[in-house]
DNA sequence: CGGTCGATTGACACCTTTCAATACGGGTGG
DNA sequence: CCACCCGTATTGAAAGGTGTCAATCGACCG
């Protein structure tokens, strides 16, 4: 049973910015259906050109990149919310690939139609923009992230975007938050061995700064956190949601 | 004394795709002049608000993040052609600073007629979305090259890449070229200390893949460089030119 | 000529990777 | 019902890549 987009329950988090209500019909006209995956099912391969665009509305999932020889590069974790698509519907192809680590549901949209966002909609096709910004800019950090920090760093850093994320769209209780994936995705996402993961998650859990256990991320004081990554705590910045 | 748009000499590049007549008559009168600057001069500041958006027409420069404790994360370097500001006039900030390291001469744009892209020129919007979604996947990859290759895999990766915009913009003859950074910024680039980044330019001469010198890059056989780099020899993707 | 900046080198410490082995839970077939 | 297999998490030890510290050198400049 599909959502209507009116009662789409991602717009009452305070991470998105708000709609009008032809905003609304437009997008809702625009949506071809709703379609739930399995954990590990790959949604979009790297260099495929999808007739299909979509929306996280629940679950999580990560974009990779596949090298040569078999090892990967995680670009990002999906979470709710998120767009999946663009370089395709904009590139022609994707520069990476989209797999599903829960079940997942997702907002189906035609890319057929996408060009109509440019041509009677412009106020949307800014979004878009906007939404590649945001995207760029977070990538940018996560570049800043590997380059600069130590391991400790660098996973007190993605726990505590996790965690601001997971707030921010009503996923998180009292630092407490579900967390859908496992230590070698973690690994990859920071360019980090599977080994040294594992021991520095370690390390973290032993100093009270954060608990990932079973799928359960939990960080009791995320000022302390984010001082051992050694950043700023400021509030994540608002993003369309298409 | 100002280029016109119609005899902007990147529209002759391989790397750019095509404008109509009319697309460049609309920029034409969207530029509001020409600029230069010389090297180490900050164009963008981080957090800044800029009224003005560039495209790079001549020169070199770097897109960078400040740490709180003063190190630095070189995110992007800047090449002829390349469109500056586009964060500030989206998400009202950049996330990012950029500077000069050598003259340079920018075009000029108003930021407060940026908005009649998305309602008068749709084609011109669509070209803006499509330059975020290039700048994501040259990040990804960035982010790829940290996470996975060693220190002469990562800097092979970054020439072979610089060696292959350098020709596609004219800049670069028979695997020469011009490279105006010093190796720290480099290092920064990729996240390596100064030191290390110092020793690995000198393995790469030393074994003939790739010679550094007073700002002048020489590859001599630039399959062989991205053998080392662990990389398909692919053609960068087109890009639009603003 | 002293001073500054970028490039270069050597030595050493440290973070991270790799190799190996064990433990634990869930699923499957005998 | 139990043995077996597989994926994930853990742990120890050794090897290797990278960072830090320090010193030298050459070019440019006031």
Redesign the interface.
Known sequence: MATACAHCPLHRSSLFLDHSPDDTRFMQQFKVGEMTIDPGTTLLMEGSNSPQLFTALRGMGLRY?T???G?R?V?NLVFPGDFIG??AG??GEM??SVQATSAMTLCVFDRAGF?SF??SH??R??D???L??????F??????S???RTALGALAWAFVRIMQRGESIGLAKDGIMPLAYRQQDMA?A??LSLVHTNKTLARLRSRQLANWHDGILSVPNLEKLADVA???LESL?KRPLM
């Open positions: 990149k090298l040569a020889d090892r590069q670009l663009l370089q904009l590139m520069g990476h060009w440019f041509r412009p106020e096709a800014f878009l923009t906007w590649a910004a945001v995207e760029e800019h990538m940018g950090e996560a570049l800043t590997m380059g600069q990859d920071l360019g050694g950043m700023e910045p």
